[in-house]
C-alpha cells in the first residue's frame, strides 16, 4: 500500500498549506525521473506478486471467528535480524504493512524471471512458504487467511480482542480505530480524508434481496452522539436498502492479489500498461471474491466500489453534489475568500475546473468524476512502440487535469513528454496530498521522489504505470549501473484475493504470461475506456462471470492472424507431453504444428468446456440453485441498469457497437474462445508457452520435473477457464452458497457469528486442502483430483 516514511504526519489543516509545495516538487521529481530513464532500454522481464493476507482468530471451541488486531507485532518480527528477518530471506519471502492492523503483505524477496518456465511454477511455492512462515510466528488459534472481505467486519464484537468504535480518527459508527495499522501513516490518512472531503465518506452496497430479508440496515445507531458525523446517515449518507458503511477500513482493510511487471523500456510499459486496461474488468469478474460486507450478503460480488467509497476524498463540490443540511459545500478545502461563492454563477472550463473559484493557494476547485480509488481514466498511448494501434478517441472519459502540471510537462520538457504522457500525469496530480510528513517536506529532487510517490501512489487505479526510482549519480559524468535497480513497470491490481495458494498462483500465472504473450504477439485490445468503465459496472454483479457480457474488441479486430493459433488449445499440453506427437507429419491423426490434419479445427475447444456440462447456475446442484436468481439475468442477457463505482447509470447495452470494432462477449467466448476466428485469450497464451517458453533441453519433456511443471501450467490455466465457462464457482458464488444453504440461515441476508465462523472454518480447512469434499466442492473433480493427488 505504498511506502512509509518515518515522522511527524500532519493533520490535513497543517498538511493543506503544502499541497502546492509537495504537487510542485513531485513534478520536478517526475521530470528528473524522466531525464534519468527515458532511454533506458533492455530491462528483463521480471515479475512480482503481492498477496494480501488477513489474521483470523479461529476460536473451533467456542465457535468464533475474529479479526485478531493484537498480533501486528509479527510483521515486526518478521522484518527484524535478531528474530524471523533471515529466515524470511532464506525462503525468499517479505513482509509488508497494510492499512488493517490485522493485515499483512508479503512478496517474493527477489523478483521472478519472466523468461524461465520453472520461475511460473515457483510462484506457488513461494506463497506456500509464505503462508507457512507467517503461520509459525503466529499461535495456532490464528489464521493468515486470504479472504478479500471479512463478512462480519463493522458488526459488533468482530476484532480479538474486542475494541469498541469510538476512535476519533475515523469517527466510524461501526468500526475501531483499532483495527487501523497502528504506523501514525495510516490513522492519519483515515482522518485526513474525512477531514478535506468535510463529512464521512459513505458507501452504500445494495442488500441481497432474499424472501425474508428486510431491505433495511438495521445496525446503524440511533443514539450515538460522540461526534457531529454521528448523523450523518440521517441526512442522506445512508440510503434505504443498502447497507451502509462509513469508514476508510471498509474498503482498505480489503485484500487483493496484485502483480507488477518490468517491461523491457518506457515505450514497451505503455503499450502493456494500455493492452490491461480492458482486461482488469474481466479479471475482477474472474476472481470475485466478496459477497458479504458487514455482516449481510450483498447484491454484487466485488470489493472494487467499496473501495472506491472508502477513500473517496472529494468535497461536494467536486462531486458536484448537494450537501448534507448544516455542511459546508467546499469541505475542509481553503477557498480564496474574495470570490463570490454562489457556484451557479461559475461554468465549468475544458479541464473540469470550475470558472473563476480557486483554494488560497491558487489551485482551481473541480468537478471531479471518480474517486482516487477507480478505473484508469487515459491511455497511454503506443504511438512510439511497433503496434500504433491507439486512437485519441479511445481516451474519452470526462478526466479533468491539472493544467499547470500538463503545462509544465509539455511545454518546459520539449521532448520528455507527449501529450498522452502529460495527460496522464496532469490527471493523476489533480489530487491533494492525503499525508505529509513534517520532517520531509523540503527534499533534494534530484535523490528523493518522495513528493512525486506522494501523489502517485494515493491514485489507486486498475492499472498503475510506475516509473523507476531516482538513483544517484557519483560522479558529474559517470553512467549509472542500472543492474537491480527496477526499471518501467506496469501493475495489474484488480484482482481480488483468492482462498488457496494454488489459486493465487494461478490467476498470477496467468496475467503474467498473459501479458508476456501480449508483448510477443501484440494484439490490439483498444477499445474506448467508458467500454472499459461499463464492463467495470458488469463486473460487480452477481455471477458476472457467467451471467454478463463484456464489451471488449472485436475478435476480428484483433490484428492477429487466427490460423497461427490453431491448435494451441489444452489439447496441445497432452500432445506435447506424448513424445513426438506435436510435430510430425503423417496420414493419420497426428499434428503438425499443433494443426490435426485428420480432423480439421479439432480440439479448438479443448478442454475449456469438458464434458459439456452446465454453468453452475444452471445445474441446481450445490452450487447452483441460487435463491438469488430473481437478481441479475441468465446466461448473457443484457444487463439489469446499474450504478457501480464510475456512477454511471447502465442502460440497455447493444451487442456490436456502432463502427463494429467493439462487441459484448461472454467470459468464456473472451477466456476460452471458440470455433474459427475466435481466438480467446488462453489460446494467446498456451502459443506463448509453447513457442517461447519450453527450454530447448525439454523437447518432449523426457525431463520429468519439466513435463510436471507444464502439466502444472496446464492445471492453472483450467482454473481460469472452468470460471469461464462456470464449471465452477467463483469464490464469490461459492462463499454465498454456503450461507445460502447453512441450515442456521434465515434467508434474511444476515451472516450471524455462528455463520460466520462455520464458513470461516470450512475456509480454512479450504485453503489447506485438508477436507477432500470441500476442495471437490470448490474446484470440481478434474482440478481437485490434481490437487489432492500431489503434485503429479
Ligand atoms: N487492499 C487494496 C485492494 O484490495 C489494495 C491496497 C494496495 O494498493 O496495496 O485493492
Ligand atoms: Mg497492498
Not at 70 to 76: E, G, Q
Not at 280 to 299: C, E, N, Q, R
Not at 368 to 388: A, M, Q, W
Not at 398 to 414: F, G, Q, W
Amino acid at each position: 500500500m505504498g511506502l512509509l516514511s518515518l515522522g511527524t504526519p500532519l493533520d490535513w489543516h497543517e498538511s493543506k498549506k503544502y499541497n502546492e509545495h509537495v504537487r510542485n516538487n513531485g513534478i520536478t521529481q517526475l521530470i528528473n525521473i524522466f531525464k534519468q530513464h527515458s532511454n533506458r532500454d533492455n530491462d528483463e522481464f521480471l515479475w512480482g506478486d503481492e498477496v494480501e493476507y488477513m489474521l483470523v482468530d479461529l476460536d473451533r471451541q467456542h465457535h468464533s471467528a475474529k479479526l485478531a488486531i493484537d498480533k501486528d507485532y509479527v510483521l515486526n518480527d518478521l522484518n527484524d535480524e535478531t528474530k524471523s528477518l533471515l529466515k524470511a530471506r532464506k525462503y525468499n519471502v517479505s513482509f509488508h504493512p497494510e492499512y488493517g492492523r490485522y493485515m499483512l503483505e508479503g512478496t517474493p524477496l527477489r523478483p521472478y524471471n519472466g523468461e524461465k518456465l520453472e520461475d511460473y511454477i515457483y510462484v506457488e511455492e513461494n506463497m506456500i512458504k509464505r503462508r507457512k512462515l507467517s503461520s509459525e510466528e503466529l499461535p495456532s488459534n490464528v489464521k493468515p487467511l486470504t479472504l478479500t472481505s471479512f463478512p462480519r467486519m463493522g458488526c459488533p464484537n468482530f476484532t480479538s480482542p474486542q475494541a469498541n468504535p469510538i476512535g476519533p480518527a475515523s469517527q466510524s459508527l461501526f468500526l475501531p480505530d483499532e483495527i487501523i495499522n497502528r504506523h501514525a501513516r495510516f490513522p492519519t490518512l483515515t482522518a485526513n480524508i474525512r477531514k478535506r472531503k468535510g463529512h464521512k465518506v459513505a458507501i452504500n452496497l445494495p442488500i441481497y434481496p432474499d424472501k425474508n430479508t428486510k431491505l433495511l440496515d438495521d445496525s446503524i445507531p440511533h443514539n450515538r452522539h460522540l461526534f457531529k458525523s454521528d448523523k450523518e446517515p440521517f441526512l442522506g449518507a445512508s440510503k434505504p436498502g443498502y447497507v451502509y458503511m462509513d469508514s476508510m477500513g471498509f474498503g482498505m482493510g480489503s485484500s487483493c492479489l496484485q502483480i507488477t511487471m518490468q517491461a523491457k523500456n518506457i515505450r514497451e510499459a505503455r503499450y502493456l500498461y494500455d493492452s490491461l486496461i480492458p482486461i482488469a474488468p474481466i479479471m475482477l469478474s474472474l476472481s470475485a471474491a466478496a459477497p458479504i460486507f458487514k455482516g449481510y450478503l450483498v447484491d454484487q460480488d466485488v470489493r472494487w466500489n467499496v473501495i472506491c467509497g472508502a477513500v473517496d476524498d472529494r468535497t461536494f463540490i467536486e462531486k458536484g453534489e448537494d450537501p448534507y443540511r448544516g455542511y459546508h459545500l467546499f469541505g475542509g478545502l481553503d477557498i480564496d475568500g474574495n470570490k463570490d461563492l454562489n457556484i451557479n454563477k461559475h461554468g465549468v472550463n475544458e479541464y473540469g475546473d470550475l470558472n473563476d473559484l480557486y483554494t488560497k493557494d491558487g489551485k482551481p476547485i473541480q468537478h471531479i468524476p471518480k474517486s482516487r480509488y477507480g478505473s484508469v481514466d487515459n491511455y497511454l498511448g503506443d504511438g512510439e512502440y511497433d503496434t500504433k494501434y491507439f486512437k485519441e478517441e479511445y481516451s474519452d472519459l470526462n478526466a479533468p487535469i491539472n493544467k499547470k502540471v500538463y503545462d509544465r510537462l509539455l511545454n518546459e520538457n520539449s521532448g520528455l513528454f507527449d501529450k498522452y504522457l502529460a495527460t496522464h500525469f496532469a490527471h493523476l496530480f489533480i489530487r491533494d496530498p492525503l499525508v505529509i510528513f513534517g520532517e520531509r517536506i523540503h527534499q533534494d529532487n534530484k535523490l528523493s521522489n518522495d513528493h512525486f510517490e506522494n501523489i502517485q501512489s494515493t491514485n489507486w487505479q486498475t492499472i498503475r504505470f510506475k516509473p523507476p526510482a531516482l538513483y544517484e549519480q557519483t560522479a558529474a559524468n559517470s553512467e549509472i549501473d542500472f543492474t537491480d535497480k527496477p526499471g518501467w513497470r506496469v501493475e495489474f491490481r484488480p484482482m481480488e484475493i483468492q482462498i488457496t495458494d494454488f489459486e493465487n498462483a494461478a490467476y498470477s500465472t496467468f496475467m503474467s504470461l498473459l501479458s508476456k504473450a501480449i508483448l510477443r504477439f501484440k494484439p490490439n485490445f483498444y477499445v474506448p475506456l467508458s467500454k472499459v468503465d461499463l464492463d467495470m459496472d458488469l463486473a460487480h454483479h452477481l455471477d458476472s462471470a457467467i451471467k454478463e457480457k463484456f464489451w471488449f474488441k472485436s475478435l476480428d479486430s484483433w490484428e492477429l492472424d487466427y490460423h497461427d493459433f490453431i491448435g494451441y488449445d489444452f489439447s496441445w499440453f497432452d500432445r506435447f507431453l506424448s513424445e513426438g506427437n506435436d510435430t510430425l507429419s503423417s496420414k493419420g491423426a497426428v499434428y503438425l504444428n499443433g494443426y490435426n490434419s485428420s480432423s480439421s479445427l479439432a480440439g479448438l475447444n479443448g478442454e475449456a468446456n469438458i464434458g459439456g456440462s452446465q454453468p453452475y447456475s444452471m445445474n441446481g446442484g450445490t452450487n447452483g440453485g441460487m435463491n438469488g436468481s430473481m437478481n441479475g439475468s441468465m446466461n448473457g442477457s443484457i444487463a439489469k441498469p446499474t450504478k457501480g463505482c464510475t456512477g454511471k447509470i447502465l442502460e440497455e447495452i447493444n451487442d456490436v457497437d456502432d463502427n463494429g470494432l467493439d462487441q459484448r462477449y461472454t467470459l468464456n467466448e473472451l477466456i476460452n474462445g471458440g470455433d474459427g476466428k475466435f481466438l480467446g485469450l488462453i489460446r494467446i497464451v498456451i502459443k506463448f508457452i509453447a513457442t517461447e517458453l519450453i527450454p530447448p533441453d525439454c523437447q518432449h519433456c523426457q525431463d520429468v520435473k519439466c513435463a510436471s511443471n507444464l502439466v502444472r501450467l496446464k492445471y492453472y490455466l483450467m482454473l481460469i477457464s472452468q470460471r469461464a465457462s462456470g464449471e465452477i464457482p467463483t469464490a464469490a458464488h461459492w462463499i454465498r452458497n454456503r450461507v445460502l444453504n447453512n441450515p442456521l440461515y434465515q434467508h434474511d441476508s444476515k451472516v450471524s457469528d455462528e455463520i460466520n465462523f462455520q464458513l470461516i472454518n470450512d475456509i480454512d480447512r479450504l485453503t489447506n486442502l485438508q477436507d477432500r469434499d470441500l476442495v471437490m466442492d470448490f474446484f470440481g473433480e478434474t482440478i481437485g483430483e490434481y490437487i489432492l493427488g500431489g503434485n503429479k
